[in-house]
């Protein structure tokens, strides 16, 4: 089975500061990783995701994430955070069904003026 | 497209009671799932529909839920009879063909309390 650890469960940050929220897999086989996003009150969606091909990813809203096999690491960047940031992030994995997703715990991101 | 759409948005009832999740998919998609989001647990799988078929059920916590998919658009997650423990923000998310890794497209979530 996959699973994911997301190591900081609050990060606060200035706004146009840069941000990393750090995320660690653990799986026998190849998988899939994704980010998503979820604001207050609403679903989640999704940032980027890596199936395979350059380990540098990136996704909406200025967001990149890089795979790092040997770290077993997927964390996600941003080089300057807005206020509208301000949200609980998930790492998320899954096998090549692409089907079912486990989901790490979260991290709240909190920009601050 | 109105994307996956949840009914209720907020649910209160008293323990004991019976309490239906509803859930449209976007048109087209055909796989379905139920997700169950806690602060203690964090969010968990609890079930998911490929064709209206359920594939994986083995996220259910009890034989107190079930999850039916009649048609390719309705989905219902009932909790008979519900308790506080229950009390959470239930998701429902959708994806095309399953393939590939499709982004799951998540409803707004249903907030229930149990009293």
């Known amino acids: 089975a996959q699973s994911v650890t997301q190591l900081d469960s609050q990060v606060p940050v200035f706004e146009e500061a840069p941000v990393e929220l750090r995320c660690n897999y653990s799986s026998s086989v190849s998988v899939y990783l994704f980010w998503y996003v979820q604001y207050p009150n609403q679903g989640l969606q999704l940032l980027l995701k890596?199936?395979?091909?350059?380990?540098l990813v990136k996704g909406i809203n200025g967001f990149e994430a890089e795979f790092n096999k040997s770290q077993t690491s997927f964390h996600l960047r941003k080089p300057s955070v807005h206020i509208s940031d301000t949200a609980e992030y998930f790492c998320?994995?899954?096998?090549?069904?692409?089907?079912?997703?486990?989901f790490g715990k979260g991290t709240s991101l909190l920009v601050t003026p | 497209d109105a994307g996956v759409i949840q009914s209720p948005r907020h649910e209160v009832t008293e323990m004991g009671q019976e309490v239906t999740l509803r859930c449209k998919p976007i048109?087209?998609?055909?796989?379905l799932f139920w997700y169950r989001q806690t602060m203690m647990r964090g969010l968990e799988l609890l079930i998911y529909f490929n064709n209206n078929v359920p594939i994986d059920d083995s996220g259910m916590p009890e034989d107190r839920f079930s999850a039916k998919m009649p048609n390719a658009s309705f989905s219902t997650l009932k909790i008979q009879p519900s308790e506080p423990r229950d009390s959470a923000v239930y998701f429902c998310a959708s994806i095309a063909d399953g393939g590939n890794a499709q982004p799951q497209h998540f409803g707004d979530g249903t907030r229930l309390s149990i009293l």
């Open positions: 998320a994995v899954s096998d090549y069904s692409g089907y079912a997703l486990n």
């Open positions: 048109s087209g998609h055909n796989s």
């Open positions: 890596y199936l395979s091909g350059s380990t």
